[in-house]
């Protein structure tokens, strides 16, 4: 069964710090490339970041460059996002994706997990 489960959500106060994991289980996260959505109430799903299967190119929203860091585990088959200086904006459910092209990007995804709240009061 094809899984991808998100966890390290919480609540956080403005300027801290969150580690987001996004753990794979059914297959094998070396092939696909791999991306962090978040949804914040009566918005649209917006792209966080994504970490290419290949090179490990990575790319960042606007709001969140210079501030989250995604990596990958692929001998954990897990992929992390690193959130600093976290902002009242960042609060949203973060979902992990799962794409087969292996490339980075925003759209194309097979596979998604079922969210991990962030909170960060204003």
């Known amino acids: 069964q094809v899984q991808l489960v998100e966890s390290g959500g919480g609540l956080v106060q403005p300027g801290g710090s969150l580690r987001l994991s996004c753990v794979a289980s059914?297959?094998?996260?070396?092939?696909?490339?791999i991306g962090w959505f978040r949804q914040a109430p009566g918005k649209e799903r917006e792209g966080v970041s994504c970490?290419?299967?290949?090179?490990?190119?990575?790319d960042y929203a606007d709001p969140v460059k210079g501030r989250f860091t995604i990596s990958r585990d692929n001998a954990k088959n897990t992929v992390y996002l690193q959130m600093n200086s976290l902002k009242p904006e960042d609060t949203a459910v973060y979902y992990c994706?799962?794409?087969?092209?292996?490339?980075?990007?925003?759209?194309?995804?097979?596979?998604w997990g079922q969210g991990t709240q962030v909170t960060v009061p204003s």
């Open positions: 059914g297959f094998t996260l070396d092939y696909y490339a």
């Open positions: 970490i290419s299967a290949s090179d490990g190119r990575q």
């Open positions: 994706a799962a794409s087969h092209w292996g490339s980075c990007g925003w759209t194309d995804y097979d596979w």
